[in-house]
């Protein structure tokens, strides 16, 4: 098997736009799957926590013109930019070396028992993917949240407040099908092996999950395809996550453009 | 009642008055204390921080005081290192005015953070490739020297000096202090690059990136010119605030001529570079990541009036008024230009902490607004009042002004 130069897996995601109706049910699924806590008000969205967030886009003309398109958003596990320039944005600007990018699989991890809190990661990331614990989260001291604790996933640290929390490509899924390979006497992971709690969960299956370095993997056949762009790409942040699009406006609204700067795609590859 | 503390051959006003005087500020502090166990206590709820504005007004105001304490390690380095004498009669302002604003910073860093129970893993867990490590340990080690700068002007305390111990401790202590200010230049220096350091390095976002030489952004450079710019005119400030109140001359005119027209001639520089940078930031950063210099200022209050306003009016200007003679010599001018220049590093820290978390990079994320809550405020204007009272405190025990008898005969 070929393998790119780099981490020994990359693994990262491609989300087919044009098959997300919007649902949620990746939000859900993400946040059941990953002990994401829940507060009883949850209107403010600007310390509310989804490791998916899903924004509603849409391409500003008037009706009847006016075309809306759903648009998920995980963390984009971004890489070193493959030129010895910079890191990820967050990992190398963390102070207590609380968030790293493991070189064996591309996944920017974090380690809640070892964050500060100074959120400086958070300003550093330019998707918003990173969220701070503002309240105790299954804490059993708030009347509201008794008894939740019984819900919590046993593969999951819950969070405590003060710290950044962000996802982590379902890890946790990772190591259980690590062990079920070693079990079985595997060192290689089967494609779907291990896939995330969002990609399992999604109706309409417009997340495709599995090692952008394997060429055998579907993800892997997915980004070459001529719709395919990655959230804010100029920036060089290197992002694992992969969006399809067959709408230019779409792709446009992915990235800042200046006006000469936009390339026109034509016709699907795959 | 405390006229055994009181410096010999200087007046002061009675005890009573001078407690008076301090009310306001014990108030200040101790709403800063309410504030500061509401957020231990039940977190950073408390605040209007989110996860959009991660910083908000305490770094704001965290580097602002930072900035505008520089005064110390500059006047410091001036005054020992390059050796200008003159200087002696304002280092011991600048000194206490710096223990002030790097502890009071420190406090309010403390606050803060998520856990602060956790704040030593910054130097357990240090991630060495992080700026603001690099700011955690240069503050901390340089609050340690401005302590060990601050104890001899406490040992000179009338009473404190008839101590036999304490009297020679910090007559040895002044005796080293080249070293110590040699020191602290070197940690200050890479402290204020490195506050500037840490938004320059934000790679990912292009209102704060920069690029810079080897490690360092441009910003690295300019925090660290802006800062002894504008830290002088602090000191200077300081000085003629206490002037004022006390009615009383208490430093040479020589002394303050001299610091403001070193400030003068740093901060014409900063601007210079300063004008340098954002020229390469607007050709070079912004359209590298598809934007316009308009696209950062099209919503919300920040408009193109904040670098406008940093660049000019709280540059140029003030940097003429210094630089020229007479106006620098005429007292109502002076004060306005180090007050513009002390707005102008404030500016600048603000945009650089608020409107850099303000302005969206995805092109369909919204523009947000951010307002303090009573907590945040309290906390940040406990850091005045503490400035206050270790300063009056300071001024009416400690021979602060070494000129202040020569200069008020009674």
Redesign the interface.
Known sequence: MEKREGHDNKYGMVIDLDKCTGCGTCMVACAAENNVTVRADES?K??SIAWMQL?K?DNGRPFPDTEVCY?PRPCMH?DEDGRGG??S?CV???????TELDPHTGIVSQIYA???????C???????A???????GYSSFKPFSKGMERSLSPEVSPR?????EKCTFCHHRLMRAKTKAYAENRRDLREYEYITACTEACPARAITFGDLNNPDHMVSRLIKNKNTFR??E????QPKVYYISSKEWVRK??????PD?IKPVSGNDI | MDSALIPEGTKRCSAPAFFLWTLPWLLLLACGGVSALLCLIFGLNQTNMSNIFAFALWIVADLAVIALGAGAFFTGFLTYIIGKKELKDIINVAVIIGFICYSGAMGMLGIDIGQPVRGWFIFWHANIHSMLVEVSFCITCYLCVLTIEYIPIIFENKKLNTVREFHLFGHNLHHIMAIFAATGTFLSFFHQGSLGGMFGVMYARPFAARYGFYIWPWTFFLFILSAIAAGPCFTILCTKLTEKITRKKLVPDKAIDLLAKISGFLLALYIILKIADTAGWIYGVIPQAGQRLMDFYREGPYGIWMLICEIGLFGIIPAILLLTPSLRKNRLCLIIASLMNCAGIVLNRFVFVIVTLAIPVMPFERFWSYLPTWQEWAIALAVIGYGFLLFSLSYRYLPVFPKERELNPY
């Open positions: 403010d600007e310390r924004y886009i648009f971004c910079h890191h944005p190398s600007v963390c102070v207590a070396t609380a070892r964050c500060i809190g100074c959120r400086y958070q300003a550093a990331c330019p998707y918003h990173r969220y701070f614990n503002w309240w105790d405590m407040r003060g710290v950044i959230l804010l100029k920036l060089n942040t609204l992915a990235d800042n453009y200046l700067q």
